[in-house]
């Protein structure tokens, strides 16, 4: 990996920002509501006071304006004030961007732990009945919608077993003190094995939610790589050398398999961030998805805007992972 | 010499959507120890489904349904799964056509060498870093006896950066690794070079020679036979048509196809003038009569070929499967 790939990718991020924040300006601009009808709601103001709100908020000024005013400030890292808030933006996502964090990468481990010995095992018994009932599976896996799927287990598990919580984080809570902002760990810096449990029962539901359509999505992948695999001379040259099943599907196959599985995974854990609004939202995780949610609605523009933003430098970090690990599992390419 | 492979009246059969394919169908052969057998024939004429039903390696949908398979004194097709594994790579070895295909992509040469020493290699010291070093030492051994320079630092890398030539001498390294009482190379040579397919089957030889084993060699080309191989097997649309010493073959085919075959290869003396292929196709493996196979391509065919042609002697060492063998002479 040199430093020229880097730097190449990191100049290919600006036109990609420059784009998206245009689109989310604009897509804001032209949705119904006034931030400050929203603000103000029941209550009388003169027609004054609103036009001081107005003028404080930044909204009296032109729209081109107003978009270039946020591009200069964005780029010295000033995303502006939020305007329920008072306080900067940036702060306010700071706060909130740990416990979305680690709801999405504990959904990613649960997708893969879960995916890859699926697939594996569903292209090993290939047309068996359990092949069958995992391609059912993963097909309800895709297509069932995350809000629905997460309120038949808070219902299963929450409400009819009452073995898990129903909403919420244990943050509030807690008396760990923060180090991480990640719960997981910090309890676990705290020697708090109890509060960690407590924690770790609180992601279950959410994270299987949040996890669900990936792990079908990788569990096709790996099925059809692995029986693409399987096909191939060199399967058959190891099994000639007779090394031990074992060895032959884990050592020579899976490796293989693993490439398009790796590099999908790396790519789908964007889409975690799409769905961490809904399942945030459905779980009352109080996350960056629920928080810009809720921004969507009161018209917060500048916080709607740097999530956005966030999320697209995300994105295509996902991607320059994605193409790094390629590179890794496969001796063949490089960067 | 003693016998080190038998085998008799094997069928292998492959339940296709079109019907049965009994791609190998009352096959019966013998390879002595350090011997070297050639198997020559059109493509789909049954010589690797053979012997990957000796090695116990048919891919599903096809099954081994009869005949019996003596290697070393013992039936394979009555081992167990385990012991069957445990007599592939150690005892019986094989090449694949195309190393490009056969060695692992993901993993460096150094670990697809260790990993076959690892599987069955007894003499192998038991402590951690002993083990590793000997196997090292293994390693770079076999890839310095197929002729790879400074082996010890290509360990490291993995096929793709070999030339063709180079990884098929790593292919054969690896099969070699155990020293096998028997190696079957399937088409050692089809995907290389000329001048490296020479280089190759010098190694073959040299090798058999040094370490004293049996050699298979399956092939379509008649050339590499009588310069490789002390008898000679020809196979046609899944049965043996012919075999024999590969001189007597050869010089004095006993077998229409087999004489197709010897009048198909071009010649310098005859440049110049058409090429004699044999016309007509193979026939479908599917549902064929029980008759001889070759009837309908070949010149001699009369009325009485419409019937089950059996083995028949034809001479010390020497059998067809043709009812005139006999006017052929």
Redesign the interface.
Known sequence: MSLGKLLERLIQLIPVLLGVSLIVFVMLALTPGDPVQIMVGEQAITPEQEAELRRDLGLDRPMVERFFLFIANAVQFDFGQSFYHGRPVADVIAERLPATIELSLVALIVALATAIPLGVLAAIRKNSIFDRLATVGSLLGVSLPGFWFGILLIMLFAVHLQILPVSGRIGYASEVPTVTGFLLIDTLLAGDFAAFGEALRYLILPAITLGLPMTAILMRVTRASMLEVMRQDYITFAEAKGLSHRRVIFRHALKNALIPTVSVAAIETGSLLGGNMIVETVFGWPGLGRLVVESIFLRNYPLVQAAVLLYAITYVLLNFVADILYTVLNPRVKL | MTVLLEVSNLHTEFHARAGLVRAVDGVSLKVSRGECLGVVGESGSGKSVTFSSV?G?V?SPGQVTQGAIFFDGRNLRDLSREEM??????DI??T???AL???????TVGEQLA??LE??DETLPTGRTARRTAIRDRSVEMLGLVGIPSPEARLRQ?P?EFSGGMRQRI?IA??LACRPKLLIADEPTTALDVTIQAQVLELISDIRARLGMAVVLITHDLGVVAEHCDRVMVMYAGQVVEEGPTDQVIGAPCHPYTRGLLASIPRPALRGQPLTPIMGQVPDLVGLPPQCRFHSRCPLAQPQCLVEVPMRDAGPGRRSRCLRLEEMA
Do not use: F, K, S
């Open positions: 090695m390696l891919r594994r445990a007599i592939r790579g150690r070895a094989m694949m056509q195309d295909t056969a060695l692992n992509p993901a993993l990993e076959v599987a069955h993995y793709h292919m690896i099969a």
